[in-house]
C-alpha cells in the first residue's frame, strides 16, 4: 500500500491523499474524518469497509466515452474532504460512522466485479480521494484481469495522489461545481485554484476525464459564470473533453431553491457550444444526448436515461470519415 502521509512535527503528521493536507495531532481525523493520525503514520479507517456497493451503467457516473453501454462494479465509502450543501449522497459522505460488520478485502471486490461481468470498477457516491490507499490496492488487482478503474470525483485530489494515479486509475468524472473562488471556500470547504491545477494534473497524466457542472438556480448559473466554466475546458483542458451539465433537484440543505430549468440547462449548452466544446450533455432529466462527429457531424452514439439505444462506432471510430472519436472505447 502507498504511503500518503508525512511527518510534521514530533507528534502531527500531514496526510497528503487531498489538497487540504491536513495537518492531524495523534488520534485524530483530517477533514475527511475517516484519515487518522495512529502514532506515527495516517490509517485510512474505512479500508475495506464499503458503505455502498451496486452495478450501475458506465453512464450513470457519468462518463459518456469510457467504454459506453457496459457496467460498472461501484463502490464508496463514507466521509467526504467537502461540505457540499446540496449532496445527494450526504446520508454517506457527511458522516465517518464505520460500519465494520463485513470486511471486503481489494481481492473480495475485484472477484465480485468479476462475478458481474464489470468492465470497470468505480470509485464513487462518497469522495474517493479520501480513500485511495484502498482503491489504489483494488485497482493494481483490477488490471491484472483487465478491469479499468474509474474515480468520480470533487477534483481535490493531491499531486502526490494524482502523479500515482498515473497507470493506476483510468478514467476520471470530475465535478467543476463553481467558477467563483468565494463559493468554493464558503460553500464547499475548498480553493478554486488549487483544484484547476488538480484538473489539468489529472489530463497530463494521461486519465480520461469528463467534467460534470451541476447547475443549481441562483448559486452558479448565470451566464458569465458558466461562459468561465466552459472557456476552462476548451482553453485549459481542450475541447475534446466532454461537459456534462446536470440539472440540480433539491435536497439536503437546500431543499428551499427549486430544480434546474430546461431554459437553464439549454443555456449552458448554447454557452459550450460557443466555447467551442465538441461534446456536451443534459443530465439529471430524460432528454436523448447524442454523440456527433467533431468532424463531419454524423451521429455516432444516441443515449437514453443511462443507456445507449444506438452505437455507430466502428473500432472507435466514425463510420462515416473515420475520425477516432475522443475517450476509450473497445
Known sequence: MGNFYKKYSDNRVVCTLCQHYCKIRPQKEGICGVNRNVGDRIECLVYGYPSAIALDPIEKKPLYHFLPNTKAFSIGTVGCNFRCPFCQNWTISQTAKIDKSRYFSPNEIVKLAKEYNSSTIAYTYNEPTIFYPYARDIALLA???????????????????????????????????????????????????????????????????????????????????????????????????????????????????????????????EIGKEAGLYYIYIGNVNFDNETRCPKCKAKLITRGFFSVKENNLIDGKCFNCGYKLDGVFI
Not at 489530463?203 to 472557456?231: C, F, M, Q, S, Y
Not at 466532454?242 to 428551499?256: G, L, M
Open 143 to 269: 488490471q491484472k484481469d483487465g478491469i479499468k478503474n474509474i474515480f468520480v470525483t470533487n477534483g481535490y485530489e493531491s499531486k502526490e495522489v494524482i502523479l500515482d494515479m498515473r497507470g493506476v486509475i483510468d478514467g476520471a468524472n470530475i465535478d467543476l461545481k463553481s467558477f467563483n473562488p468565494i463559493y468554493y471556500r464558503r460553500e464547499l470547504g475548498a480553493n478554486l485554484d488549487k483544484l484547476l491545477e488538480s484538473i489539468k494534473l489529472f489530463k497530463e497524466v494521461g486519465i480520461w476525464i469528463e467534467i460534470t457542472t451541476l447547475i443549481i438556480p441562483t448559486k452558479n448559473d448565470t451566464p458569465n459564470e458558466l461562459r468561465e466554466i466552459a472557456n476552462f475546458i476548451a482553453n485549459e483542458l481542450g475541447r475534446e473533453v466532454p461537459w456534462h451539465i446536470s440539472a440540480f433537484s433539491p435536497n439536503y440543505k437546500e431543499k428551499n431553491l427549486p430544480r434546474t430549468s430546461y431554459e437553464r440547462l439549454k443555456m449552458a449548452y
